[in-house]
């Protein structure tokens, strides 16, 4: 027997039978990717998006699938707020391009996430980057996120020269929740206080409350599709008593509508979420993009342009590909429902 907040898995006819795949370029190279792929399916509830990076595999990539079917039939739970905080992305780009990142965002900007850490670039880079971000915002928190880019004595010492700039946070220094653990005590034995965030050992992690029973981390980062879905998330925040915020993993903005919803649903937002990439994207699926205005997403469903998606959609062999993916992630995903 399911319950009523359980996914009843729908045939995988009815979800190749709407499935649209699109290629939309990206503003500036983001995690290695100039083009973002996706696959968006339309169910009796709406339509979900399915984009899990092309590295991942079925066990980690059925849950991606689940998430989109949860949006696509079931819908998203009655939301707590109507608009969410958000922060600004800055790409480990150069210090120069700084300002012409920050420069796409509509109003206002309260909260900005910079990626450091990144391959073949220096602890000089990241510091001039967050630098010249807080010169330019000298009000806005500022958010650092390694994407597990640093060993344990390059993220002690990365994050101690970061840490001048006021952060509110660092997500993911190093890969394992034990090195969160190290970090996090190394930082506090010197004195610093720095929060310290859990991304990929939520999301990664066969179990993401593993990094919360650790208390490895101050913060986690929540991410919808990756869980699951929206009702799984809630869950995983629920059971973890720490802090959460949401993020997205640079959909188009039907994907963002779901992790909107899962913000919209948590009772509390102390931080701001990390819901912004639709300004990364050189395109979208809708005309009315689901983007942040003086740092404040609203909430709603979005429904995709025709026109639009005609316009992105990928090549005859890229949606043969996408095809494929979903029949093998419905077949993981059957057999572990």
């Known amino acids: 027997m399911t319950s009523a907040n359980e996914l009843v898995v729908p045939p995988l006819d009815d979800i190749l039978s709407t499935l649209r795949v699109v290629s939309i370029p990206m503003k500036v190279k983001f995690r290695g990717v100039t083009y973002r792929e996706s696959a ?57 391009e700084v300002e012409r990142v920050l420069s796409r965002y509509e109003g206002s900007i309260r909260e900005v996430k910079v990626k450091v850490a990144e391959k073949g670039q220096t602890l000089s880079d990241d510091c001039a980057r967050v630098a010249k971000v807080r010169e330019l915002l000298p009000d806005a928190g500022i958010k650092v996120d390694a994407n597990m880019g640093w060993d344990l004595p390059q993220a002690v010492e990365s994050l101690t020269h970061l840490s001048e700039y006021d952060l509110l946070y660092a997500e993911q220094p190093v890969a394992t929740i034990e ?9 506090r034995e010197k004195g610093n206080s720095l929060l310290i965030a859990a991304d990929e050992s939520v999301r990664k992690a066969e179990d993401p409350l593993k990094v919360a029973q650790a208390k490895a981390a101050d913060v986690l980062i929540i991410k919808a599709s990756p869980l699951g879905g929206i009702r799984s998330a809630l869950r995983i925040v629920e059971k973890s008593g720490l802090p959460c915020v949401i993020s997205s993993a640079l959909e188009t903005s039907i994907g963002i509508s779901a992790g909107a919803a899962l913000a919209a649903s948590l009772p509390e937002l102390p931080f701001g979420c990390g819901l912004g990439t639709v300004s990364l994207l050189d395109g979208d699926v809708t005309e009315n ?9 609203p909430v709603r469903t979005v429904e995709p342009s025709q026109e639009l998606l005609t316009r992105f959609s990928a090549s005859d062999a890229r949606v043969r590909w996408w095809r494929e993916r979903i029949e093998h992630n419905y077949a993981h995903l059957v057999i572990n429902n």
Do not use: C
């Open 40 to 96: 968006l399916i339309k169910g009796p509830a709406g339509w979900g998006e399915f984009a899990p990076f092309l590295e991942y595999q079925p066990a980690e990539a059925s849950a991606w699938l689940k998430g989109a079917l949860e949006a696509a039939w079931q819908g998203f739970p009655e939301p707590k707020r109507h608009e969410i905080p958000l922060n600004a992305t800055v790409p480990a780009v150069g210090a120069h």
């Open 179 to 187: 090195g969160l653990a190290q970090v996090r005590a190394e930082l």
């Open 289 to 297: 993009s689901l983007v942040a205005r003086d740092g404040m997403l």
